[in-house]
């Protein structure tokens, strides 16, 4: 469709669309008002589907949308918009950046309805999105430095140093075994964990392990890097491989004793630690490994007969968790609470597990005190203590301290005639008068002062306690001993 100058002013004129013009005389805010104004117009157009053949789409210089002269034109304008300047208000954007070379499959028509050529519909930001119709900013020339981080050749001090920096490296140039070997040592002369172990996962990866283990037995930091990264990572078969090539048996068996610690069925680990007492481990290793077995085979034992037991002390103390898998110490606890009484021959009998595992008398005694007590059987716990001379006397002994005895005593709620009959044993006065004190145990504290013939303390003490009370009775009669030569 052509028009001469008139006809075109006549048409804009009389058509119900205003067209955008950029006024020279409008300031800013103008401009940017009309250009909202436009865009709504267009969005208009755009969810008006229905009146799409209603409505003529025209361009802005006239031209329907579309026509062959619209199309010749837009081709044009384009071509000449790289070499001419635009005379604008708004910034000037330079488009000199390469544009994709194929034809375009969007019309500035379909982007704002969201079709394309090819008659499908899409959403204008997908047309926006669309890699054929976006402008791409220029790409920065990047530095020489940095072209010549990805073209050099490191060598070993390079690349630990890279490595150290945190800047990117590769391995893979490494090939040869002298080259490798090269790197490790590299990594070793720096210092640092990190870079060594990924240096050695490298080589784990690229190596034999044969070669592998028979360079770390001549690298000692390296080899030790390498034994924690296979611990870390579970890696048992390989640690095992390991330490058997470097004739480290005794580290060999107890990697593999270790296994134990993933078998959660008790029967199989007990025949998992019985296979384990052939390994080679040292003496003192083996007896723990020996003990091992024989407590887990005998918690097996007491666990089965205590689930079908029918005794009192269960009904009265319900059992509150397994005894399997626990401490020596917890398993012996538990017998002296559950089967004090029972004969040396059983093997819940707490006499048998402390032969059987030779547990100190210091260890038995502070075991079997806590059990007791936590029953409130102070019987057993004077038996703990009553020995005789050679002369037929019994008297209290403890291979630990009195005030530990006290301390326990105490913390299972003892009554005050239990404490004060402990407390009498004590040996340092002032510990004794302290711990009296704390536990208001007044007749061991008279008594002491009685003993040290100190009577300012008495008269002191006397104004602690309550005017009547059997121990006021107590320091006035004390007090009132004419026979008692006083100190003070």
Same mark, same amino acid.
């Given at each position: 469709?052509?028009?001469?100058?008139?006809?075109?002013?006549?048409?804009?004129?009389?058509?119900?669309?205003?067209?955008?013009?950029?006024?020279?005389?409008?300031?800013?805010f103008?401009?940017?008002?009309?250009?909202?104004?436009?865009?709504?117009?267009?969005?208009?157009?755009?969810?008006?589907?229905?009146?799409?053949?209603?409505?003529?789409?025209?361009s802005?210089?006239?031209?329907?949308?579309?026509?062959?002269?619209?199309?010749?034109?837009?081709?044009?304008?384009?071509?000449?918009?790289?070499?001419?300047?635009?005379?604008?208000?708004?910034?000037?954007?330079?488009?000199?950046p390469?544009?994709?070379?194929?034809?375009?499959?969007?019309?500035?028509?379909?982007?704002?309805?969201?079709k394309?050529?090819?008659?499908?519909?899409?959403?204008?930001?997908?047309?926006?999105?669309?890699?054929?119709?976006?402008?791409?900013?220029?790409?920065?020339?990047?530095?020489k430095?940095?072209?010549?981080?990805?073209?050099?050749?490191?060598?070993?001090?390079?690349?630990?140093?890279?490595?150290?920096?945190?800047?990117?490296?590769?391995?893979?140039?490494?090939?040869?075994?002298?080259?490798?070997?090269?790197?490790?040592?590299?990594?070793?002369?720096?210092?640092?964990?990190?870079?060594?172990?990924?240096?050695?996962?490298?080589?784990?990866?690229?190596?034999?392990?044969?070669?592998?283990?028979?360079?770390?037995?001549?690298?000692?930091?390296?080899?030790?890097?390498?034994?924690h990264?296979?611990?870390?990572?579970?890696?048992?078969?390989?640690?095992?491989?390991?330490?058997?090539?470097?004739?480290?048996?005794?580290?060999?068996?107890?990697?593999?004793?270790?296994?134990?610690?993933?078998?959660k069925?008790?029967?199989?680990?007990?025949?998992?630690?019985?296979?384990?007492?052939?390994?080679?481990?040292?003496?003192?290793?083996?007896?723990?490994?020996?003990?091992?077995?024989?407590?887990?085979?005998?918690?097996?034992?007491?666990?089965?007969?205590?689930?079908?037991?029918?005794?009192?002390?269960?009904?009265?103390?319900p059992?509150?968790?397994?005894?399997l898998?626990?401490?020596?110490?917890?398993?012996?606890?538990y017998?002296?609470?559950?089967?004090?009484?029972?004969s040396?021959?059983?093997?819940?009998?707490?006499?048998?597990?402390?032969?059987?595992?030779?547990?100190?008398?210091?260890?038995?005694?502070?075991?079997?005190?806590?059990?007791?007590?936590?029953?409130?059987?102070?019987?057993?716990?004077?038996?703990?203590?009553?020995a005789?001379?050679?002369?037929?006397?019994?008297?209290?002994?403890?291979?630990?301290?009195? $005030?530990? /005895?006290?301390?326990i005593?105490? !913390?299972?709620?003892?009554?005050? #005639?239990? %404490?004060?009959? =402990?407390?009498?044993? @004590?040996?340092?006065?002032?510990?004794?008068?302290?711990?009296?004190?704390?536990?208001?145990? $007044?007749? /061991?504290?008279?008594n002491?002062? !009685?003993?040290?013939?100190?009577? #300012?303390? %008495?008269?002191? =003490?006397?104004?602690? @306690?309550?005017?009547?009370?059997?121990?006021?009775?107590?320091?006035?009669?004390?007090?009132?001993?004419?026979?008692?030569?006083?100190?003070?």
């Open positions: 469709m052509n028009r001469g100058k008139p006809d075109e002013d006549e048409y804009w004129n009389s058509s119900k669309f205003n067209a955008f013009t950029f006024d020279d005389d409008d300031d800013d103008t401009k940017l008002k009309e250009s909202k104004k436009a865009v709504n117009s267009i969005r208009g157009l755009v969810e008006e589907d229905d009146d799409e053949d209603d409505v003529e789409k025209v802005w210089s006239g031209e329907p949308v579309g026509s062959i002269s619209w199309s010749v034109k837009e081709t044009a304008s384009s071509i000449r918009s790289t070499g001419e300047t635009r005379k604008e208000s708004f910034p000037k954007i330079d488009t000199t390469s544009l994709p070379k194929q034809g375009s499959t969007y019309s500035l028509s379909s982007l704002f309805k969201g394309g050529r090819t008659g499908g519909f899409s959403s204008f930001s997908e047309s926006v999105s669309d890699t054929s119709a976006r402008v791409y900013a220029p790409e920065l020339r990047r530095p430095a940095e072209y010549k981080d990805y073209v050099s050749e490191w060598n070993p001090e390079e690349t630990v140093r890279r490595m150290q920096r945190g800047k990117g490296y590769s391995l893979e140039r490494f090939r040869s075994l002298q080259d490798k070997l090269l790197l490790l040592d590299e990594a070793v002369s720096a210092h640092d964990g990190n870079t060594i172990t990924a240096v050695l996962i490298y080589l784990k990866r690229s190596l034999n392990k044969e070669i592998l283990f028979r360079e770390l037995a001549e690298r000692e930091i390296a080899l030790r890097h390498y034994v990264y296979l611990k870390e990572m579970g890696e048992q078969r390989l640690l095992v491989e390991l330490f058997k090539s470097l004739g480290r048996t005794e580290d060999m068996a107890l990697v593999q004793y270790k296994e134990h610690l993933n078998i069925d008790e029967n199989r680990r007990k025949d998992f630690l019985k296979s384990c007492l052939s390994l080679p481990f040292n003496p003192d290793d083996s007896t723990h490994v020996q003990d091992h077995y024989t407590l887990l085979e005998r918690q097996i034992i007491i666990e089965e007969n205590d689930k079908r037991a029918n005794a009192d002390i269960f009904k009265k103390y059992r509150k968790a397994s005894i898998n626990m401490p020596i110490i917890t398993t012996l606890y017998s002296c609470f559950y089967h004090y009484g029972e040396e021959g059983t093997y819940s009998s707490p006499a048998n597990i402390r032969k059987t595992f030779k547990i100190s008398e210091k260890q038995y005694i502070l075991t079997a005190l806590g059990a007791r007590a936590k029953l409130k059987s102070w019987f057993d716990v004077d038996s703990l203590f009553n005789k001379n050679w002369l037929g006397y019994t008297k209290k002994r403890s291979p630990v301290g009195f $005030h530990r /005895v006290v301390d005593l105490h !913390k299972n709620n003892a009554p005050v #005639q239990v %404490l004060q009959e =402990y407390l009498c044993l @004590v040996d340092d006065t002032e510990l004794k008068i302290s711990l009296a004190q704390k536990y208001k145990c $007044h007749d /061991v504290i008279i002491t002062y !009685k003993d040290l013939k100190d009577r #300012q303390q %008495l008269v002191v =003490y006397r104004g602690k @306690v309550e005017r009547g009370s059997p121990e006021d009775r107590l320091i006035e009669q004390i007090l009132g001993n004419t026979q008692i030569r006083w100190k003070n």
